[in-house]
């Protein structure tokens, strides 16, 4: 009689999730010097599913994953003494103009662009607190305020857009989109200082280390498994 292949299933949904987490992992490690970035964390979760008719003692279990989350700890403050540096110290981030809509981000590696906005590493426009970007007049220094009032020659011309949200969905490249309710953000920008990534390299090494020993356990028991349904077989059809 063979084995039920169900079983194999459930160890195969197992490795996928083992798989999931090591991508996860590697993310977090490949960014752990990118300015701003929030580790990313995949809650687990289990899920039954019912055979022959839903009995109790006959459920299945699936590992999955419920959902996946950045973890919003601050990172710690790196000085630059760029005049074109930020760093939100606090909650919040900073609002840019994307091809994909206005994003967060808590990046704050700025410069001006050839047409003198205000623009991200990856040449986006630094949104003001009415949703415009930002242009400055690059003949002349600027500087900006704890509460984010952008100021050429002593008058303010702007004012940083910083939004907190009650959640934030990460879109890649360290952009964020705001989910529930918008929020007052409670913070102070810090110029020539970059905050950077909250992600422990040591600790997420040894989450790469157990990822991989599991997904190698998930892999050793299917072919043992399917040993066992091969030899079963065999012996059936004597």
């Known amino acids: 009689m063979a084995v039920d292949l169900q079983s194999i299933y459930m160890l195969a949904s197992g490795g996928k999730r083992a798989m ?13 010097d990118t300015p701003g970035f929030k580790k990313i964390f995949e809650e687990e979760m289990y899920q039954n599913v019912p055979v022959n008719k839903g009995e109790a003692g006959k459920l299945l279990t699936f590992p999955r994953f419920r ?12 000085k630059t003494d760029s005049p074109f540096d930020f760093a939100i110290s606090g909650s919040g981030f900073f609002t840019v103009l994307t091809k994909a809509g206005v994003l967060l981000t808590r990046d704050g590696h700025f410069h001006l662009d050839k047409n003198g906005y205000l623009v991200d590493a990856n040449g986006n426009k630094v949104l003001d607190d009415t949703g415009k970007p930002i242009l400055l007049d690059g003949t002349m220094p600027f500087n900006v305020t704890e509460d984010g009032k952008v100021l050429q020659g002593g008058v303010q011309v702007a ?4 939004e907190d949200y009650d959640s934030v ?16 953000a409670n913070c102070k920008v810090l110029t020539g200082y970059l905050e950077s990534s909250n992600v422990n390299p040591i600790e997420e090494m040894v989450n790469l280390i157990e990822a991989q020993r599991r997904f190698d356990i998930y892999g050793n028991l299917i072919r043992s498994l399917d040993r066992v349904n091969i030899k079963s077989v065999e012996i059936g059809k004597v």
């Open 67 to 78: 959902e996946t989350v950045p973890i919003l700890s601050q990172g710690s403050l790196q």
């Open 169 to 184: 969905k990460p879109v890649g490249e360290s952009y964020y989109r705001g989910l529930g309710n918008r929020k007052k």
């Open 20 to 32: 999931e987490q090591l991508d996860v992992t590697s993310n977090n490690i490949a960014n752990v």
């Open 159 to 162: 004012a940083l857009g910083i």
